[in-house]
């Protein structure tokens, strides 16, 4: 007779999981980001009795409930949505984990381990810098030094620091450029110490919301969500499924009329899928009606132009799909997917070029729907 009662209280759950699943969940999960795509109604429990059963373990009554909260950090605006009965304490130490990060790696933050490393030349790093340092030298390496965290110089003249837009005179870029070099980076692992050579800079700015769109689904994890989705200024990174048992729907931005249309659209469970792209910051020079953005390619000294208006990465790793939208970006497609193929890193892309065509690496023709016209790498 008990384990009757329990059984039908369980099933009973289970179907208020779902029907909630589709009114308010996903319903939330749509305002997060402007690439995420607002999710439809999820589909009712086929198997009613398997459900009940499978679910038992791990039956949560607020499963299909989601909450959102918007942080402003990190030069973005941020939106991170968790489902289930631990939403609430998930988020609020989530926001605390941003803000510490942001206090670690901002070049905006002038007590942050980067700006100090930026004015004093040498410091002790703290252990989550350490890694996005050690990551960011290993990208120097497999990229052929075409991702550096020391472009920061040229960052600085381009006017991207400061807002300030201003096309350099090709004597200030060979004065920048002399800066730029990832290898004249010394790092000792024995005091955890970076040292820059006179008169470098860095930036993580090409890594750091990736690092930290993973460090908040570990968050999540710990505080027992099991579903969830952040977008950090357009990267996205989800957590499971939606609340429904279905995948996240993920719109990839039109790199051309700018915010809010979609030109791809992913089904995605348990990954990152970072863009970047060169309608995110950028001006034009009013002399030459030239435009230039804020993916430099450190052997020119100038905006990468390299055929691509965008490039996205799918990866379970947030940091690496960061680190690498930014380096294929750099790359161009022939190059990227030759990287792609030797397999040093695991990980998806999507590619978007100056005449709007996409193509995808193979692992992506499951996950895109909804995308004509779209060509597979092979
Ligand atoms: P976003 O920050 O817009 O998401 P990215 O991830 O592509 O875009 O990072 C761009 C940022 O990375 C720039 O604002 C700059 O701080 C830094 N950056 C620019 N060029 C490079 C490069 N070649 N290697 C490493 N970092 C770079
Ligand atoms: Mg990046």
């Given at each position: ?139 120097y390496e497999a990229t052929g030094g075409l991702f550096d965290i020391t472009v920061y110089p040229l960052m600085d003249l381009w006017g991207f620091t400061t807002q300030n837009f201003k096309v350099p005179s090709e004597s200030e870029l060979a004065a920048a ?101 060169s309608y995110e910051r950028y001006f034009t020079d009013k002399e030459t009606g030239e435009t230039y953005h804020h993916i430099i390619d450190p052997r020119t000294g100038k905006s990468a132009r390299s055929g691509l208006t965008s490039v996205t990465i799918v ?64």
């Amino acid at each position: 007779m008990k384990r009757a009662a329990a059984f039908l209280l369980i099933f009973i759950l289970a179907l208020a999981g779902c029907s909630n699943s589709s009114s308010q969940g996903s319903g939330k999960a749509g305002e997060t980001a402007g690439t995420a795509e607002t999710g439809g109604a999820g589909e009712p429990a086929a198997e009613e009795t398997q459900s009940a059963v499978t679910l038992v373990p791990e039956q949560d009554p607020e499963a299909a409930l989601g909450d959102t909260i918007y942080i402003s950090s990190m030069d973005t605006e941020m939106a991170l949505t968790a489902y289930g009965s631990h939403r609430t304490e998930a988020l609020a130490a989530a926001r605390d984990e941003v803000l510490r990060l942001n206090d670690l790696f901002s070049v905006g933050v002038e007590t942050s381990d980067i700006s100090r490393a930026n004015t004093e030349g040498s410091v002790v790093l703290a252990p989550e810098t350490e890694l996005l340092v050690r990551d960011s030298l290993d990208l120097y390496e497999a990229t052929g030094g075409l991702f550096d965290i020391t472009v920061y110089p040229l960052m600085d003249l381009w006017g991207f620091t400061t807002q300030n837009f201003k096309v350099p005179s090709e004597s200030e870029l060979a004065a920048a450029l002399a800066l730029v070099g990832s290898d004249r980076l010394s790092f000792s692992e024995n005091d955890h110490t970076l040292t820059l050579d006179k008169g470098q800079a860095i930036d993580l700015g090409a890594i750091a919301k990736g690092y930290t769109s993973a460090r908040i689904m570990d968050i999540f994890r710990e505080h027992g969500v099991q579903s969830a989705m952040v977008s950090l200024g357009g990267n996205i990174q989800c957590l499971g499924t939606k609340p429904d048992g279905s995948a996240w729907r993920i719109g990839i931005q039109d790199p051309v009329s700018g915010r809010g249309e979609t030109v791809a659209k992913l089904h995605i469970t348990d990954l990152a899928v970072i863009t970047s792209g060169s309608y995110e910051r950028y001006f034009t020079d009013k002399e030459t009606g030239e435009t230039y953005h804020h993916i430099i390619d450190p052997r020119t000294g100038k905006s990468a132009r390299s055929g691509l208006t965008s490039v996205t990465i799918v990866s379970r790793d947030g940091a690496l799909a960061d680190g690498l939208s930014t380096s294929l970006f750099i790359m161009g497609i022939d190059e990227a997917f030759r990287f792609w193929k030797s397999g040093v890193y695991d990980f998806e892309a999507l590619f978007i070029d100056e005449g709007g065509h996409i193509y995808i690496t193979p692992g992506l023709s499951g996950m895109i729907y909804d995308t004509p016209g779209v060509t597979v790498l092979e």
